[in-house]
């Protein structure tokens, strides 16, 4: 009789992440070692941390892991991979090694362990990366996710603490992982929607980071699990700056608007409000688009910010390479975020 992976999982994919409100408490007392060539830490933390090496090289690293979304092994790993290669393309690196991190229950069978591994494996060699090894844990729970290492020029890495007024925002996904996740386990399926979740959760950033790379971004993070706007929230935070974003321009995968107006909600979206809402100035906004803007989402698109200038021909670049792109605001001088 075959396991059902998310039987095992009290919440699946970027939904489980710690609440974020909680993790800048925990961390606020935190003081990181003093080191000149720890070019990003915790003060401010990002989407990975940067070490140069020298003069021309520095090292990205950072990991990733959760419990599964979905019942395919092989897809899981695939997922997993992919949102954790995802934050060094968010930094403008590019990923050269990675390292599993699992942790199963004995229960499982080896196939459905070898599925998860060999996916894995396939998503960082698409990456440019080799996967070189691991750690694998007992756990009642299935986990799996990477430990990965890349490599960026000192002065070439993207923050997200970066953005300047004047800027236009760009989404290179749309949104509603989440939503349509949670609403097929609550038996509210859309075939159509789930696969296409299923197609952009294992979409690798590396594209669209090559695209976007030589016109030289100002800020640029992914949208995971904090959703748009606890990422925006962040962005804006972080480089003092007001973001504005144009709620009837928030792309929707198919069927997660529909989902979000049928009242499902994540166990993430209640987090997400606590932490960003204090930010957020949404009068106005229907729920469903509110609900969208505040959907955890597993290996999402890039959130960039880059001067309004380039951004003609940047939508041009992208389409030419046959790229999702989206403009969904602007970068104003002030605080906070206001969704309209």
């Not at 698409?126 to 756990?139: M, N, P």
């Not at 799996?144 to 004047?166: E, I, N, Q």
Request: hydrophobic share 45%; glycine share 10%; proline share 5%.
């Amino acid at each position: 009789m075959s396991i059902k992976l998310t039987d095992l999982a009290k919440s699946g994919g970027c939904a489980a992440k710690y609440s974020a409100a909680r993790l800048e408490e925990l961390l606020k007392g935190f003081v990181p070692a003093e080191a000149e060539n720890l070019l990003v830490g915790l003060a401010p933390s990002d989407d990975a941390a940067v070490y140069r090496l020298d003069d021309e090289r520095a090292l990205v690293f950072t990991l990733d892991f959760f419990p599964p979304l979905v019942d395919d092994p092989a897809l899981f790993g695939r997922i997993a991979a992919t949102n954790a290669l995802n934050d060094v393309f968010a930094m403008g690196g590019a990923p050269l090694l990675a390292l599993s991190i699992a942790a199963f229950p004995e229960s499982l069978p080896n196939e459905t362990l070898a599925a998860i591994f060999g996916a894995a494996d396939e998503q960082v060699r698409s990456a440019g990366a080799i996967l070189a090894g691991g750690h694998t844990l007992r756990d009642e729970e299935p986990k799996y996710g990477l430990a990965v290492v890349g490599t960026v020029h000192p002065d070439g890495f993207w923050s997200k603490a970066t953005a300047r007024p004047g800027d236009a925002l760009f989404l290179t996904k749309p949104l509603g992982t989440g939503l349509l996740l949670h609403a097929a386990r609550e038996g509210k399926r859309n075939e159509d929607g789930l696969e296409e979740a299923y197609g952009w959760m294992t979409i690798l950033n590396r594209a669209a980071a090559d695209v976007l790379r030589p016109f030289e971004p100002n800020a640029v993070t992914d949208v995971t699990g904090f959703g748009l706007l606890g990422h925006a929230h962040e962005l804006a935070e972080r480089s003092s700056v007001r973001v504005e974003l144009e709620a009837a321009k928030l792309p929707a995968m198919t069927g997660a608007l529909e989902a979000a107006a049928a009242g499902v909600r994540t166990g993430g979206d209640r987090r997400n409000r606590d932490f960003a809402g204090p930010h957020v100035e949404s009068d106005g906004v229907a729920v469903e688009l509110l609900a969208l803007a505040y959907d955890p989402q597993t290996a999402g698109g890039l959130l960039v910010s880059l001067p309004a200038g380039r951004a003609v021909v940047l939508d041009a670049a992208f389409a030419a390479a046959g790229l999702f792109l989206r403009r969904i605001g602007s970068v104003q001088a002030g605080k906070g975020v206001r969704l309209a």
